[in-house]
């Protein structure tokens, strides 16, 4: 069964400041996708960054990177230059490219401190 | 209208009531999913559409009844539903179902069950 960990209940980083938010994955499976989401309190879920199991380079989309190390099975996600924007729930999710089944984290939520 | 769209976006309901959530996506997608988000736990896939098709029932119970007339609609039907139901229900889309294909999320629908 496919697992998702997200072992930060919340962090704070100071404005400007780079902060990385965790995650590892458990899987059997060779072919499948990595994905962060971002949750604001209005509840929308954002896409924000993919990145695939055979991709060699690590994933970026403008400030986001995700830091991806394939034999320890972590996909962490750096926001680099945080703003006050970025404070919200993040979660991490894993979805194997035989199945409908898209597995989330638990959450990270995020908070900016001026 | 752009991206994927939900209505109501909040709704109060006694556990006699008969509702439905909707939800429409603009993406020319072929594939349709419902989660429900409660506080404290991971999002939880109910339930899978592709190609107007239900693929996926994760175990619902059966006092949610989803309807998909055709790849741009969702619907899920409500009744008889209990307090512990509260939640927020997000619908989302894929191109396709399976795949490396990233969801794209509704703002989701807040339902409280009094």
């Known amino acids: 069964a496919q697992k998702i960990t997200q072992t930060q209940p919340g962090m704070f980083v100071q404005e400007k400041e780079a902060v990385t938010l965790d995650c590892t994955y458990d899987?059997?499976?060779?072919?499948?996708?990595l994905f962060w989401y971002k949750q604001p309190s209005s509840g929308e879920m954002i896409f924000l960054i993919y990145q695939g199991s055979y991709d060699e380079q690590n994933a970026t989309e403008g400030r986001y990177s995700l830091n991806f190390q394939k034999a320890r099975k972590s996909a962490n996600l750096v926001i680099s230059a945080s703003q006050l924007g970025d404070s919200a729930m993040y979660f991490c999710?894993?979805?194997?490219?035989?199945?409908?089944?898209?597995?989330f984290g638990a959450g990270t939520r995020l908070t900016v401190k001026p | 209208e752009t991206g994927v769209t939900q209505t109501p976006r909040h709704l109060v309901m006694g556990m006699t009531n008969k509702k439905s959530l909707k939800c429409e996506q603009h993406?020319?997608?072929?594939?349709m999913y419902w989660y429900k988000q409660s506080a404290k736990k991971p999002l939880e896939l109910m339930f899978v559409y592709n190609f107007k098709e239900q693929t996926e029932n994760n175990s619902v119970p059966s006092r949610f009844s989803p309807e998909c007339p055709n790849s741009s609609h969702l619907f899920l039907h409500l009744h008889t539903l209990q307090p512990e139901d509260s939640a927020l229900y997000l619908c989302a889309s894929t191109q396709r179902a399976g795949g490396p294909d990233t969801q794209y999320f509704g703002p989701g629908t807040r339902l409280t069950v009094l």
């Open positions: 899987t059997s499976d060779q072919s499948y996708g």
């Open positions: 993406l020319g997608h072929n594939a």
């Open positions: 999710a894993m979805r194997s490219y035989n199945n409908n089944d898209m597995r």
